[in-house]
């Protein structure tokens, strides 16, 4: 089944304490992709991924980080994270191009104390 | 820049009323898709429907119809004959013909759909 796969689902964590949140997907997708979903803004792209070892940021990048060392792999990393970045997180693959549909994970819920 | 707009915040229905949920985009692109997602209350993301910026038809799934305005910047979305199930947040999204930008999404309509 063509699918994106995220873990955790849900994450409660402290202030400080690095956490990574994984994301895989099995289409041979190019273009990956993180977006944060809160309550009255929507969906917001954090960081996204052109192809291998491509990636830029998006309107929401300060406090996290990314890497695709990995064609299907598009980890999300929070160093420090911070209690404004409690929020639900989804990674999406597609084509790449605009046309492309983008294929969404379950989503990670992350809370911050 | 590119924008989203969906001005309805929350929408309350009874089962079998028809409600539309309105979207206004904005973009200065000749060529741009626009997308419908459906959010449930288990919280994924479902794809509805794409349209590209050169296909005004309209189109219909089952319950589910969608109106492409040009003239208007619009991308409604209109679903008949309400049900229970179709209780969810509708995002509406924007994306560019170019290869990595991002899908703009609105802020999302609530429907609410009581029996």
């Known amino acids: 089944e063509a699918q994106v796969t995220q873990n955790p689902r849900y994450l409660i964590t402290v202030t400080g304490k690095k956490l990574t949140v994984t994301c895989s997907q099995n289409?041979?997708?190019?273009?990956m992709s993180w977006y944060r979903q809160d309550p009255g803004l929507g969906l917001r792209q954090i960081y996204y991924s052109m192809n291998v070892e491509v990636t830029d940021k998006g309107d929401v990048p300060e406090g996290y980080k990314v890497s695709r060392k990995e064609k299907r792999n598009f980890p999300l990393i929070l160093e420090s994270p911070s209690p404004n970045q409690t929020s639900l997180y989804f990674c999406a693959s597609s084509g790449g191009s605009g046309a492309n549909v983008l294929t969404f994970g379950a989503g990670s819920r992350l809370t911050v104390l | 820049a590119q924008k989203v707009t969906q001005a309805q915040t929350e929408i309350s229905v009874v089962e079998k009323e028809d409600v539309t949920l309105d979207c206004v985009y904005e973009t200065r692109d000749t060529t741009y898709y626009l997308f419908w997602y459906k959010q449930p209350p288990s919280g994924e993301l479902v794809f509805l429907i794409r349209?590209?910026?050169?296909?005004?038809q309209n189109e219909i799934s089952g319950r589910y119809s969608w109106n492409f305005q040009k003239s208007t910047s619009s991308f409604n979305f209109t679903i008949t004959a309400s049900q229970v199930v179709d209780s969810a947040v509708y995002f509406c999204a924007l994306n560019l013909n170019q290869a990595g930008t991002a899908l703009i999404f609105g802020k999302g309509t609530t429907l609410s759909v009581s029996s």
């Open positions: 349209r590209n910026s050169f296909d005004e």
């Open positions: 289409m041979n997708h190019e273009y």
